[in-house]
């Protein structure tokens, strides 16, 4: 996430110097887009790896839940118990 943000804008700002290099037609906002795309996509495609590894993987996913679980049930027994006495 902490690359996909400043990616995704990146790739915003790029596209919107390409628009406007097609509209005006000049050249230096055409190489401007490129400082921008460029960079921006790579940031963009790591921050994707980074996060389809962690949140689309089964065994990450599911790794993650077991632990939400047992969290969970742990307070819920700790408030049966206490409820008993």
Known sequence: MASGVP???MVL????????????GDSYYAQQSIIFLVPGAGL???SYNAFSR?????????RKRDKEFYKVADKLN????????
Not at 16 to 24: C, F, K, N, Q, W
Not at 54 to 62: F, G, H, M
């Open 7 to 9: 990616g995704g804008l």
């Open 13 to 24: 700002v790029g596209g919107l110097y390409g628009l406007y290099s097609i509209a005006v």
């Open 44 to 46: 963009s495609a790591v």
């Open 54 to 62: 962690v949140a689309l993987s089964p065994a990450e996913c599911l």
């Open 78 to 85: 700790e408030a049966i118990k206490a409820a008993n006495q």
